[in-house]
C-alpha cells in the first residue's frame, strides 16, 4: 500500500501511535515500578499471578508491534512518510494558511492576528533536515533495543528458547523504551504547535522516568504522564483492598 502523503492524516496517526505506545509503555511499567515498592501490594497482586503476568506482557508486546508501525517504512502512516509529507507541502505551514486557521470561521480578522502572524515561525526544509536528524537517531535505538524482538519474537515466531529470546531483549534497555515513547509524544505536540500555532518545532524535554512521574502526582497532560496517574491510582485502590479478596 502506497504512503499517504496528506501531513495533516500523518500527523493524526502520530498523535494515536504515540499515545497508545505511551500507555502501553507506562501502564506495564507503572504496574512493575508499584509492586517493586510496596509488599502489599505484591501480595495481592501474587493471588491473580497470572493474569498480572499476562497482562504486563501484553502490553510490552503491544509497545512493540505500535513501534514498528511508526518506525518502520514499509506502511502508509510512518515517520518517514510524515517528513516527507512536510517537505513536499510546506505551504500548509505558510503565513495564509496559518490565518485560516486563526480565523476558526470568523469572518473577520481579530485585532491581535496580523502582529501573531509576524511572529510565527515559517518552516523550511532546513526545520525539515534537523527533525530528520532526530528521527534519525531514535531510528537506530529502535533498530537496536525493539526491532529484534519485534521480528523475531513477536511478530514471527522465528527465535526459540529462553536463552535466544532473553538475548533478544537484552539488546535494549528499560530506558530505551521511555526515551522512544516520549520522543514520539515530543514530537507530535512540536508538529502540532507549528501546524496550529505557528511555532518553531523545537523537541520540548519532558520527563520520561516512571520512577519520577510516578512519585509526583502533578496532573500532566502529556498522555505517558496521565497513564502513570491512572495506574497509581488503581494499584493504590488495590493496595488498600483486605488481603485474600481475589481468592474464591
Not at 507506562?26 to 510496596?38: K, L, N, P, V
Not at 535505538?141 to 528458547?161: D, F, K, S
Amino acid at each position: 500500500m502506497k504512503p499517504d502523503y496528506s501531513f495533516e492524516n500523518q500527523l493524526k496517526s502520530l498523535e494515536h501511535e504515540a499515545n497508545v505506545i505511551a500507555n502501553y509503555t507506562y501502564a506495564e511499567m507503572t504496574i512493575q515500578h508499584a509492586a517493586s515498592q510496596s509488599k502489599k501490594l505484591l501480595d495481592h497482586l501474587n493471588e491473580t499471578p497470572t493474569f498480572w503476568i499476562s497482562c504486563t506482557a501484553a502490553l510490552q508486546s503491544a509497545a512493540y508491534i505500535a513501534l514498528g508501525r511508526v518506525f518502520d517504512q514499509k506502511s502508509p502512516y510512518n515517520l518517514e512518510a510524515l517528513m516527507i509529507s512536510m517537505e513536499r507541502d510546506l505551504t500548509i505551514f505558510g503565513r495564509d494558511a496559518l490565518a485560516h486557521r486563526k480565523r476558526n470561521g470568523a469572518t473577520s480578522d481579530p485585532a491581535w492576528l496580523d502582529a501573531y502572524l509576524s511572529a510565527a515561525h515559517y518552516p523550511t526544509k532546513a526545520d525539515v533536515a534537523r527533525l530528520r536528524r532526530n528521527i534519525e537517531k531514535y531510528r537506530c535505538v529502535y533498530e537496536r533495543a525493539i526491532m529484534p524482538v519485534r521480528h523475531q519474537y513477536l511478530a514471527h515466531r522465528q527465535a526459540h528458547g529462553n536463552t535466544k529470546v532473553q538475548a533478544l531483549f537484552a539488546r535494549g534497555k528499560v530506558a530505551d523504551l521511555w526515551r522512544l515513547s516520549t520522543f514520539l509524544v515530543r514530537l507530535h505536540s512540536a508538529l502540532w504547535g507549528l501546524l496550529h500555532n505557528g511555532r518553531k518545532p523545537l523537541l520540548t524535554p519532558v520527563r520520561f522516568s516512571v520512577n519520577r512521574i510516578y512519585a509526583d502526582s502533578s496532573r500532566n497532560s502529556r498522555p505517558h504522564e496521565q497513564i502513570v496517574r491512572e495506574t497509581r491510582a488503581l494499584m493504590k485502590a488495590l493496595e488498600q483492598l483486605p488481603k485474600s479478596s481475589f481468592r474464591s
